[in-house]
């Protein structure tokens, strides 16, 4: 407990990021924060958090940070990043929960993500340690819950936002193969209510998460184009082409879409069970792209 009687919560990659800017003042309702990250973030300096700096990855004793701790949400892992930084980051979250075994921490939660290829399973960095650090928390004892969310919509996001973005700017969008591929994407406010709830909650387990509408990703940018008001045009491609045109953007540093999400958009396992019980009605797309427009006039 903190000195002020209210539960502690450790937050693992911090209240700055995508879900961390929803989550945290969630989680301020109920618990104390000590949220661990690099560098300060201006969201953070309010009461009840308590900022501790450092690099997940490269924290050897995490004792201190765990005192007082009765619950731990890792939000921390990087989207894109070299093969040796991903095992570096899995030897620091498992060494986190060797400490958390050893405090008897009661609860531990971890956001991963849905199945993909197995091809990609087997051979991406991105998930291949990101699945072992799962297992491990799984047979690790401790009560936990991993958080398997589809893709993500909401403010900052770096999907929905930036392709409304270039149906506005270009002249065509680009189009993988038919688009017959499902999605349904979940808002960010959404996945946040949904952990604060498992955080207060002893239910173990995998929870996969997914919006209230599914898409073809074709019917997806359909609308886009129709809340931007253009009529829909397409450069169509082959799979196998969209990504090699991902990898080429990427190799010259681009971080729109990487190449291993093209694969796994297309592999159509992105959808994901309908979010429930996480009180109130989900968010849905539309509302919040035409949120994305400029006022008129």
Do not use: C
């Not at 309702?29 to 900022?51: K, L, N, Q, T, Y």
């Not at 701790?69 to 894109?80: I, K």
């Not at 129709?226 to 082409?241: E, L, Q």
Request: a positive charge; aromatic letters at 10%.
């Amino acid at each position: 407990m903190s000195a002020g009687g209210r539960p502690r919560v450790l937050l693992v990659g911090g209240g700055g990021g995508f879900v961390g800017r929803q989550l945290l003042p969630l989680l301020l309702r109920e618990f104390d924060v000590r949220s661990i990250h690099r560098h300060p973030v201006a969201s953070e300096a309010v009461p009840g958090v308590e900022w501790v700096e450092g690099d997940v990855a490269r924290l050897r004793d995490w004792t201190p940070v765990l005192r007082d701790v009765q619950v731990v949400v890792n939000l921390a892992w990087y989207r894109w990043a070299r093969p040796r930084r991903f095992e570096e980051l899995y030897g620091g979250l498992r060494g986190l929960l060797t400490a958390a075994i050893d405090a008897k921490v009661h609860r531990f939660l971890q956001l991963s993500v849905p199945a993909a290829p197995l091809r990609m399973e087997r051979e991406l960095p991105y998930l291949r340690w990101k699945r072992r650090f799962d297992q491990e928390l799984t047979d690790s004892g401790l009560s936990y819950a991993i958080v398997r969310p589809t893709l993500l919509f909401g403010p900052g996001d770096v999907l929905l936002s930036v392709m409304l973005r270039m149906v506005r700017r270009y002249p065509f969008f680009p189009m993988f193969g038919d688009g017959s591929f499902r999605v349904n994407p979940l808002a960010v406010a959404d996945l946040a209510r949904q952990i604060r709830k498992l955080a207060g909650s002893s239910t173990v387990g995998q929870f996969d998460l997914g919006g209230p509408e599914t898409f073809r990703y074709r019917q997806l940018t359909d609308l886009l184009f129709r809340v931007a008001g253009r009529r829909p045009r397409y450069w169509t491609m082959n799979a196998r082409n969209g990504i090699r045109l991902a990898g080429l953007l990427q190799s010259f540093g681009s971080n729109l879409l990487y190449a291993y999400e093209v694969e796994w958009l297309m592999s159509d396992l992105l959808v994901q069970p309908v979010a429930e019980g996480i009180g109130g009605p989900l968010e849905r797309v539309e509302p919040y792209l035409r949120s994305l427009l400029p006022p008129p006039g």
